[in-house]
């Protein structure tokens, strides 16, 4: 089935550039300017997950990609579009790895640092920081903070719409969940299915 498109959303353009703070080729604390509501729009819709990845995953997702896009409209709504992505990515590692973990520790701070600790994430396995530098274990793993699991629970339990978006978090939580999925795609592929869209390495 293919990704979910947005193009039922009307963008204009601004009379104004939009200035993202965002990881760009070998600089992680990089900046991406839009002049277009053409290219904020192929922007979002480069960022998406695999799409041989079950569709209730792939469908949260996309909501947070229509949230980031909406953000052209109104730049804080992009902070909602940060907490639907990582809703997302709490799904996918329940899905991958739930089963894995005593019912007493299944919470997302646990399933991130499981995606480092036992299924061996490395920051050379994600395609943002091979491009960009730097490194994003820590915020998996509680050396970095805050963590992506205390970035979920300030997004749901306070302000969503407070504060600046945090630079690349869409494109590492679409890394993260295509890595949880990986040994699912090999065999999507094997069967044949071929993705119809690719996201941006």
């Not at 209730?56 to 730049?75: E, H, M, N, P, S």
């Not at 050379?124 to 091979?130: C, H």
Request: charge should be neutral.
């Amino acid at each position: 089935m293919p990704m979910p498109d947005h193009q039922h959303i009307a963008l204009s353009d601004r009379e104004e550039p939009v200035l993202l703070a965002w990881p760009t080729q070998g600089n992680a604390g990089g900046f991406i300017q839009f002049e277009k509501a053409a290219d904020w729009r192929a922007f979002v819709e480069s960022l998406g997950i695999d799409p041989r990845i079950p569709e209730i995953v792939r469908a949260k997702f996309a909501r947070a990609q229509t949230l980031y896009l909406l953000g052209w409209a109104d730049f804080s709504v992009i902070k909602a579009g940060e907490l639907a992505a990582l809703i997302a990515l709490e799904l996918a590692l329940m899905d991958r790895y739930g089963g894995r973990l005593s019912k007493s520790k299944r919470n997302f701070a646990a399933l991130l640092k499981y995606l480092v600790e036992v299924d061996g994430l490395t920051d050379a396995q994600i395609p943002m920081v091979v491009r960009c530098g730097g490194t994003a274990l820590g915020q998996l793993t509680g050396d970095t903070r805050p963590t992506l699991a205390e970035r979920r629970n300030a997004l749901a339990h306070g302000d969503p719409f407070d504060g600046l978006p945090t630079g690349g978090l869409l494109e590492l939580a679409r890394d993260l969940i295509n890595f949880a999925y990986r040994h699912y795609i090999a065999e999507a592929a094997g069967l044949g299915l071929h993705p119809t869209t690719t996201g941006r390495a």
